[in-house]
């Protein structure tokens, strides 16, 4: 049993979180429901202790729906690696207040951001603490121990704790550079206070079968955060003209259902996962660069409870991408009559390991 127990901590740890969201950068999501493990609504603990592995890696490049096929010297390829850690105070009337905060350690390596295609390859760097999330949940129904069905509503704030302007060197040739900020798909932060909208739910089938689902959406009142989109480089007149230069603060979301099969300590699911931005913010204005759409995943799934602590382990398979023309390209598309699309940046795959306590 030791044995068993030391192997899947093994996979876990060693798994963290592969994304493959590319350009779309997601980093206001936790990846799945507050309380999608085996326990559902009710727990006997006051404190939750939850740690999530995050491994980003983004290499293929997409407009509309369309694999542009870039040739490996000029792909755009981001590596994130991000240890979210929340901290969950449970209270017996059914409300509960986490707090989440994000670690976060990223590259980009590519040519275009440099001296452009078919050129020395570059790798720029972002480290530190990303955006605080606080979110007050609460059950509709009172928490009981074996219920079947249950609901619960959260609403939370996201503070501008990450560096939205971190910056770094981009190269035009063997011997000039210029110091300019990343790309928005690796800076900590977006530079916005959001406003978290979360909806969980589960229903048990019978004692081996349950379903859950879990709906996410950021909502970020702030037009644009004042980091410019240059990489060091002087805006054209267009580009300036469709306000193309300054970094967007976008609105984010995630869709997430699926089905539990529950054993005594092991529980296997499989879900569907729907995440991306939109074009048009819910309050505010949409205008700046951002990367705009949604990626479709199937997902299955893992969760290994012990007494008081919790393994869990998904890795969604992407099986459809959608890009979306920004508000900026529909300006260009606009001025020029020529159609601009916006493409971004994808893997094929998604892990997510972590580990709860309940103290």
Known sequence: MKKNIFIILFFLF????SFSQGCIPIRSITGFGQYNFTDNAYSTSEWQLNFTNRYFKSFRDFSDKNDLHTPPENESVNKIY????SIDKLFKNGWSLAAEFPITAAQRTSSIEHGGFNTPRHTTHAFGMGDLRVTAYKWLLLPLPNQKFNIQLGIGLKFPTGDYKVQDYFYRNDTTKVLSAVNPSIQLGDGGTGIITDFNTFYVINKTVSLYGDFYYLINPKNQNGTLYDFGKDPTPLQLQA???????????SLHAGVNFNMKNLSLSAAIRDEGSPVHDLIGESDGARRAGHYFSVEPGIVYKMKRTTLFGYVPIFIARNLKQTVPDKN?????GVYKPSPGGSANYMIIAGISFKL
């Open 243 to 253: 306000n193309a230069v300054n970094t967007s603060v976008p609105d984010f979301f």
């Open 332 to 336: 260009i598309t606009k001025i020029t």
């Open 14 to 17: 060693t798994s963290t979180y």
């Open 82 to 85: 991000t240890l979210d850690i």
